[in-house]
Antibody
């Protein structure tokens, strides 16, 4: 059974930073791209970032303006999202997702999400 | 960026009725379009990939069609658990984009 477990969400002040993590189980982790998708309260889904199975390729939504960094540790089945210079509009549930095949892929498994709240 | 437009925004139907949801892309995405279902308080779930392929464990009442810029998700006979929000998503090009969603609610 595929499981994705996120952690790291918190209440943070504007300008602050967080590191979100996701541990995967039930898959050959290094074989799959992983991505983060976020959802602001009451809003739709927004793709944030993807990383290839090897970790050699990364992709980001333009709206992030270089503030986020995705990484992975295949020895620990973990994908991380470092989020810096947080803004109120970054408030959202952040979902860790598994790619269905290839790096530019669909999201065939989702975690339950971790909530990031940016507020003073 | 490929913009996806979904219609209608809300679809009010009764259990047992047929639901037809539309997703239109601002430029061709070939067949590289997926559909997701999100129930309240839950993470989204992949229903359909590559326009018409049902994901593992998805009931046969869900079907997808289309190519190029126009796509349809059909639910042949609504079950109570199908009342939810549905999103389309393209993987044809970066950035990956989602449509704004269609809410299927109980009439």
């Amino acid at each position: 059974e595929v499981q994705l477990l996120e952690s790291g969400g918190d209440l943070v002040q504007p300008g602050g930073s967080l590191r979100l993590s996701c541990v995967a189980s039930g898959i050959t982790f290094s074989s799959y791209a992983m991505s983060w998708v976020r959802q602001a309260p009451g809003k739709g889904l927004e793709w944030v970032s993807s990383i290839s199975g090897s970790g050699s390729s990364t992709y980001y939504a333009d709206s992030l303006q270089g503030r986020f960094t995705i990484s992975r540790d295949n020895s620990k089945n973990t994908v991380n999202l470092q989020v810096n210079r947080l803004r109120a509009e970054d408030t959202a549930v952040y979902y860790c997702t598994k790619g269905g095949g290839g790096t530019r892929s669909y999201f065939d498994y989702w975690g339950q999400g971790t909530l990031v709240t940016v507020s003073s | 960026e490929i913009v996806l437009t979904q219609s209608p925004a809300t679809l009010s139907l009764s259990p047992g009725e047929r639901a037809t949801l539309s997703c239109r892309a601002g430029q061709t995405v070939n067949i590289y379009l997926a559909w997701y279902q999100q129930r309240p308080g839950q993470a989204p779930r992949l229903l359909i990939s590559d326009a018409s392929n049902r994901a593992t464990g998805i009931p046969a009442r869900f079907s997808g069609s289309g190519s190029g810029t126009d796509f349809t998700l059909t639910i042949s006979s609504l079950e109570p658990e199908d009342f939810a929000v549905y999103y389309c998503q393209q993987r044809y090009n970066w950035p990956l984009t989602f449509g704004p969603g269609t809410k299927v609610d109980i009439k």
